[in-house]
């Protein structure tokens, strides 16, 4: 079965340092999607990035970026130079089987806490 | 603009009194879909439609049901709300599948007494 774990609940870091949000997941299929949302404190859920599973590359989108690695089952997310605008929660989630059982899993997600 | 519309975006009830909870977009999208978000259980799927008369069980249908006549709609109905039904829900939608990009609604808490 799918299954989407975000072991972090919450994190602290002092504002400009780096800081990784981990992501593990489980799937029978080699077809499958993942995905990064932002939830800010105003409650909106907002899309970060989508990677199909045989896309292996590392993305880098501004002082974001995303380390996919199917040997670990893993999609890591990374904010280089933390700012007072990334406090959220953030939700990683997996569809597999496109077309079969679009059902949607996320992670319950790691609350990102920015100190001054 | 586009976007994912819902309502009532806040409502108290009192358990066994049903409602309806309303879900638009204007998007042309195939999928839609509902979640619910709870503290510490992150978003769990309720229930999603791959299109027009389509729907198919989330993680956690129990106590919901919905309908997909139109394309642009997809309600989801508590028949008779109990407590545990309280809860912030967020109706999504995307172009062909669950494997598309979720276009987010802004959220409906319900307080159910």
């Known amino acids: 079965a799918q299954k989407v774990t975000q072991a972090q609940t919450e994190i602290s870091v002092v504002e400009k340092e780096d800081v990784t949000l981990d992501c593990v997941y489980e799937?029978?299929?080699?077809?499958?999607?993942l995905f990064w949302y932002k939830q800010p404190p105003s409650g909106e859920l907002v899309f970060l990035i989508r990677?199909?599973?045989?896309?292996?590359q590392n993305e880098i989108s501004g002082r974001y970026s995303w380390n996919f690695q199917k040997s670990t089952s893993s999609f890591n997310f990374t904010i280089t130079a933390s700012q007072v605008v990334d406090p959220a929660v953030y939700f990683c989630a997996l569809s597999e089987a496109p077309g079969r059982d679009d059902k949607i899993i996320f992670g319950k997600g790691t609350r990102l806490h920015i100190l001054p | 603009e586009a976007q994912v519309t819902q309502n009532p975006r806040y409502l108290i009830t009192v358990t066994g009194k049903k409602l309806t909870v309303t879900c638009s977009q204007n998007m042309n999208h195939e999928y839609m879909s509902w979640y619910r978000q709870d503290p510490g259980l992150g978003l769990r799927q309720i229930y999603y439609?791959?299109?027009?008369?389509?729907?198919d069980k989330g993680d956690v249908p129990e106590g919901y049901k919905v309908s997909r006549k139109e394309k642009r709609n997809f309600p989801l109905i508590l028949e008779s709300p109990s407590p545990n039904q309280t809860s912030l829900y967020f109706c999504?939608?995307?172009?062909?599948?669950?494997?598309?990009?979720?276009?987010f609604g802004p959220g409906t808490r319900l307080l159910v007494l």
């Open positions: 439609s791959m299109n027009v008369e389509v729907t």
């Open positions: 799937t029978r299929d080699t077809t499958y999607y």
């Open positions: 990677r199909n599973s045989f896309d292996e």
């Open positions: 999504a939608s995307s172009l062909i599948g669950g494997v598309e990009t979720q276009y």
